[in-house]
């Protein structure tokens, strides 16, 4: 299999499946996802979070693997994270988007133990980066611009947690950032995507906002609403993808005193103050 290999100061980046960057820096890797064996003398195996394309070569590898502790059963067990879709009943596979499936790996310590773990939740609950040097490994709480071209709506959790991670992106000292899949960035690029993305998703914010009117729409309705908006490709697994944004999307406005939600003969309905 051929890889594609960069090199950025004293960090290796392979380009692996779905276009995850593994990363390697002296005898630690992290989020592998290669398929190949690039993992010569590696001893230990950082993951950012519990979705199966960011760890699907660490049950391959002999090494200490670590992650955040609120991952961990998601990378022990990535059904829980397909069952997360699906109100915790078992989602069948062929509604599931691929990136989440994978096999599991026994995690052996807590990312938090280590001082190059840096917390940015938003994506997930616990999602973590690590700082190596000069370059931050950011996962998936920053995606580039042709990610959200693509997909119209990526996949997070918490809107309001993800634009806070952002903007300690921002903050933090580093040269380059390695996002989750795709190129890497200097300063001055990833700065630039930083803003991007909080832009994208405070559009999303505005967006769910304007679906919402003052009859009141099911979140069903409102998903299908904003598929349409966003041009997502009418499947189910898309659909199960995007669902925890807008569901996160709902949570922050209604904490927010923008929209009232009430039981009706429909279930759930969200209705615009």
Same mark, same amino acid.
């Given at each position: 299999m051929?890889v594609e290999?960069i ?12 276009r ?19 993992y010569?003398? @590696? ?9 199966a394309?960011?760890?699907?070569d660490a ?22 994270c397909?069952?997360?879709l ?6 069948? !596979?062929?509604?599931?988007t691929?990136?989440?499936?994978? !096999?599991?790996v026994?995690?052996d310590?807590?990312a938090?133990n ?10 997930t609950?616990?999602h973590?980066?690590? #700082?190596?040097?000069?370059? #931050?490994i ?14 119209g709506?990526l996949?997070?959790?918490d809107?309001d ?5 952002l ?5 933090l000292?580093w040269d380059y950032?390695v996002p989750?899949?795709g ?18 998703i ?12 003052e009859?009141?729409?099911?979140e069903s309705e409102i998903?299908? !609403?904003?598929m349409?908006a ?7 697994a ?14 922050s ?5 923008? @929209?009232?939600v009430?039981?009706? !003969?429909k279930g759930?309905v969200f209705?615009?103050?």
């Open positions: 051929n290999k090199v950025v100061e004293r960090v290796t980046v392979y380009v692996g499946r779905f995850v960057n593994t990363v390697v820096y002296r005898d630690i890797a992290f989020d592998p996802n290669v398929g190949s064996n690039v010569h003398d @590696i001893k230990t195996v950082f993951i950012t979070h519990g979705h394309d960011h760890f699907g049950c391959k590898i002999n090494a200490k693997i670590v992650a955040p502790k609120l991952e961990s059963n998601l990378i022990e067990d990535p059904r829980i397909r069952r997360g699906f109100s915790w009943a078992m989602l069948p !596979e062929n509604l599931v691929p990136h989440f499936m994978g !096999e599991g026994r995690v310590d807590f938090e280590y001082a190059i773990s840096i917390p940015l939740p938003g994506h609950y616990a973590t980066g690590y #700082l190596i040097e000069n370059v #931050l950011a996962g998936d709480s920053i995606h580039l611009v042709e990610c959200w071209e693509r997909f709506v996949y997070y959790t809107p947690s993800a634009i806070e991670s903007n300690k992106i921002r903050k000292d950032i989750g899949h190129g890497i960035l200097n300063r001055d690029e990833g700065v630039k995507i930083v803003k991007e993305n909080i832009k994208r405070e559009k999303v914010d505005k967006t769910i906002l304007s679906i919402i009117d009859e009141g729409l099911t998903l299908a !609403e904003a349409n966003f041009g997502v490709t009418s499947t189910m898309a659909l199960n993808t995007l669902k925890p944004a807008i569901s996160g999307h709902l949570s406005l209604y904490q927010r005193n923008l @929209i009232t009430e039981l009706s !003969e759930l209705k615009r103050r």
